[in-house]
C-alpha cells in the first residue's frame, strides 16, 4: 500500500520568515495530495490541495509543488505569522483510500 | 448545516468492553473514512466506504468492525476493546466527482477513547 513519509517532525522560524515541509509517497498511482492543519485540540482541515495533473498550486502565502516523477511534494507558507502555528500533515490518494505523514508541529515565534 | 457530527465526544471502556462510535454526515457525501491518531504517527486509516453498503480496510483495521446501512451514516465498531486502541478517533467524509476523483475530506471533532 501507499507509505508517505514527511519532514521535518518539528519546525520553528521567526515570524515573517518562510517555512518549507516536505512530503514523498510510493504509490505511482497516488493523483490527489492534500495538505491538512489541525490546531491544538481541534479537527485536521483542509488548507490547499494538489492533483497529479498539476505541478504546482498557489492560494496567498500557502504554495504546494509536486514532482511525480520523484514523487514528491511540498508545502511552501511564506510570510508565517503565529496564528501558522499549528501541526501541519501531508497525505496522498488514489482514487482509493487515503494515506497521511506523520505530521510537522510548526512554530512561528513573534 | 451540522457538516460532519461523531457520538460519543469521550468515552472511557475497560478491557474486553465494546462500544459503537457513531459518524453521521448531511452533505450527502459517498465516502466515508474512520481514522484513529496517536501521538507522533498522524492519521492512520481503519476502514473507509466509497459508498452505502460497502467497506474496505484500511491501513490499521484489526480489531474494528464498520457498517454503512445508510449513506449518510458510519458507524466504526470495538467488539472486546483493548488498551491499544486508547487514541483519538475521526470521522472523515468526502464527495466523489464525476470522474471518480478524490475530494476534500471533512473531518468530524472527534472521539476520544480511553481503554483501562
Known amino acids: 500500500g501507499e507509505n508517505v513519509e514527511q519532514h521535518p517532525s518539528t519546525l520553528s522560524v521567526q515570524e515573517g520568515d518562510s517555512a518549507v515541509i516536505k512530503c514523498t509517497y510510493s504509490?505511482?498511482?497516488?493523483?490527489?495530495f492534500p495538505w491538512y492543519k489541525q490546531e491544538l485540540g481541534k479537527r485536521p482541515q483542509l488548507i490547499i490541495d494538489i492533483r497529479s495533473n498539476v505541478g504546482e498550486k498557489k492560494d496567498q502565502r500557502i504554495a504546494v509543488t509536486l514532482n511525480k516523477t520523484a514523487k514528491h511534494f511540498s508545502l511552501h507558507i511564506t510570510e508565517t505569522q503565529p496564528e501558522d502555528s499549528a501541526v501541519y500533515f501531508c497525505a496522498a490518494s488514489n482514487n482509493n483510500d487515503m494515506r497521511f505523514g506523520a505530521g510537522t508541529r510548526l512554530t512561528v515565534k513573534p | 448545516n451540522a457538516g460532519v457530527t461523531q457520538t460519543p465526544k469521550f468515552r472511557v471502556l475497560k478491557t474486553g468492553q465494546s462500544m459503537t462510535l457513531l459518524c453521521a454526515q448531511d452533505?450527502?457525501?459517498?465516502?466515508m473514512y474512520w481514522y484513529r491518531q496517536d501521538p507522533g504517527m498522524g492519521l492512520r486509516l481503519i476502514h473507509y466506504?466509497?459508498?452505502?453498503?460497502?467497506?474496505a480496510k484500511g491501513e490499521v483495521p484489526d480489531g474494528y468492525n464498520v457498517s454503512r446501512l445508510k449513506k449518510q451514516n458510519f458507524l466504526l465498531g470495538l467488539e472486546s476493546a483493548a488498551p491499544s486502541q486508547t487514541s483519538v478517533y475521526f470521522c472523515?467524509?468526502?464527495?466523489?466527482?464525476?470522474?471518480?476523483?478524490?475530494?476534500?475530506?471533512?473531518f468530524g471533532p472527534g472521539t476520544r477513547l480511553t481503554v483501562l
Open positions: 452533505m450527502n457525501h459517498e465516502y
Open positions: 472523515a467524509s468526502s464527495f466523489r466527482s464525476a470522474r471518480g476523483e478524490k475530494n476534500e475530506q471533512f
Open positions: 504509490d505511482s498511482a497516488s493523483n490527489y
Open positions: 466506504s466509497v459508498g452505502e453498503g460497502t467497506t
